[in-house]
């Protein structure tokens, strides 16, 4: 049984040899230190089947028959008295039909004389930097606002110890830097938006470099708070039917959106999350079971949706739209929900009272208008009306004044002068305004209308040039 599976075993080894593919690298990074003086023989990890043909390079340059001290054979490199100048990046590819591979290959040449306590042929103890776990994992991005603090750790290690440099945007830095222990530190204190690019930690010692690249943004956050569009919307529903509230917001950072429902202060809640702010509480929506949409409708505009379906009183209130970012900017915006119960007119609710009322009073204010200007109209006659009826009077309109009443024997007032009628029944059809002499009518005196000089009687009529002379008295009644 034992040389049965020693068999299958040779058996299934020279089957795997078989195989054909691209090259295989055992290891894709190497480093190698020699001392100067001595040959060094470098080793390129690449196997396949068929063998891959081997190409050297230093740098970017192929190494051919022209590097007189490099001897370049299949999978090997020897370099002859080597010298502090052979230190760098080399390269082997391996190539055969099914494909390629490369490795990288760092060597250092040292010089004895800078390492006295180094034995005779033996090598020091050197790595090249590597930065430690939480360097590799730690954020690259950076979002901080106007005025804030931004503090970047960078721990590399290696033999001997890199050192380690800062640059922003390719230039070195030489302020903002700190160490503690073996981790350099870079703190920038009241940051400001000239503060924004792109921050390399560098280490670097005998046996190599590397880097790792930090992005920081910072925003003037008077000009990062999102705006919230003409939504919300106050809206009035029936009991048992749905209603919508959407809240649309502009803004240049992705925000963050959350509803709010402020709460009655006369009732009491223990089972849900209250956020307090001064005297009044609010809940969040999300806190019942409710999940708001949110969508991108266009380039930086964003909505958020909230549904509330078969509504309660108790869903009626005062819901705000909460929007905030990462740099702290923040709006929001408040909407009414009233519910009305079934049998409930909407005119009932405040809102359709209110519009109620407003539309009955603008209904009356054009009414009393329309009365006004009607009233305006029929008591303003025309000039030339006014004037032809006033041509016609004899007697002015006011009563007679006390100084033209005349009182009788027994005390009492006579009567009004007669007519212009009444004077054409006394004098005939053919009498004429000129007239000067007196006649008697109901036992009384009266004087006859006559045309009068304006100037020297004041009390002419404006009208048609009549003097009314008032009452005359007989003879007999003043005694």
Not at 124 to 130: A, L
Request: proline fraction near 7%.
């Amino acid at each position: 049984m034992i040389k049965f599976l020693l068999f299958v075993s040779l058996s299934l080894a020279a089957h795997a040899s078989d195989i054909k593919g691209p090259p295989i690298a055992s290891q894709r990074n190497v480093f190698t230190v020699g001392r100067m003086g001595e040959e060094i023989k470098l080793i390129c990890p690449v196997e396949g089947n068929p063998a891959p043909m081997i190409e050297w390079f230093k740098g970017d340059e192929k190494i051919d028959f022209q590097f007189t001290r490099y001897k370049p054979n299949r999978r090997n490199l020897k370099i002859r008295d080597a010298s502090v100048s052979d230190s760098g990046r080399f390269y082997c590819r391996g190539i055969n039909g099914y494909g390629k591979e490369q490795i990288t290959i760092d060597l250092i040449v040292i010089d004895p004389l800078e390492f006295p306590d180094l034995p005779e042929g033996e090598l020091p103890d050197i790595s090249p930097p590597s930065f430690s776990t939480d360097t590799l994992k730690a954020r690259v991005e950076y979002d901080k606002k106007v005025g804030d603090t931004i503090t970047v750790s960078c721990t590399v290690s290696g033999k001997p110890y890199p050192e380690v440099s800062w640059y922003k945007n390719g230039v070195q830095m030489f302020n903002n830097i700190e160490f503690s222990g073996e981790t350099s530190l870079l703190r920038i204190r009241n940051l400001k938006v000239e503060d924004s690019g792109t921050y390399t930690c560098v280490g670097r010692n005998m046996a190599g470099d590397l880097s790792k690249d930090y992005r920081l943004s910072v925003r003037n956050t008077m000009l990062d708070n999102p705006i919230i569009f003409n939504t919300p919307t106050n809206q009035t529903v029936k009991q048992g039917e749905s209603a919508s509230l959407d809240c649309r917001v502009q803004s240049a950072i992705h925000p963050t959106v959350k509803w709010l429902k402020k709460l009655d202060p006369r009732e009491r809640y223990s089972d849900i999350e209250i956020i307090t702010v001064g005297e009044e509480s609010y809940r969040i929506i999300e806190s019942l079971g409710i999940n708001p949409s949110m969508s991108d409708i266009k380039k930086e505009v964003y909505v958020s949706q909230l549904e509330l379906v078969n509504v309660k009183p108790s869903d009626a209130g005062m819901y705000i739209c909460f929007v905030t970012n990462i740099m702290g900017g923040f709006n929001f915006k408040p909407a009414y929900l009233t519910v009305l119960a079934s049998n409930e007119s909407m005119f009932e609710s405040p809102l359709g009272l209110s519009v109620s009322i407003g539309l009955a009073g603008i209904t009356l204010i054009i009414i009393l208008c329309l009365l006004f200007c009607l009233i305006r109209k029929k008591n303003k006659k025309p000039d030339q009306e006014v004037g032809e009826v006033r041509s016609t009077l004899l007697i002015p309109a006011a009563p007679p004044s006390i100084q033209d009443t005349v009182y009788s024997k027994t005390g009492q007032p006579l009567p009004p002068p007669p007519t212009p009628v009444q004077w054409s029944m006394v004098y005939g059809q053919n009498v004429q305004t000129s007239y000067t002499d007196s006649s008697q009518y109901g036992g009384n005196t009266y004087e006859v209308p006559r045309y009068g000089d304006y100037v020297q009687n004041p009390r002419i009529s404006p009208v048609g040039g009549f003097v009314y002379g008032g009452y005359r008295k007989q003879q007999s009644d003043i005694y």
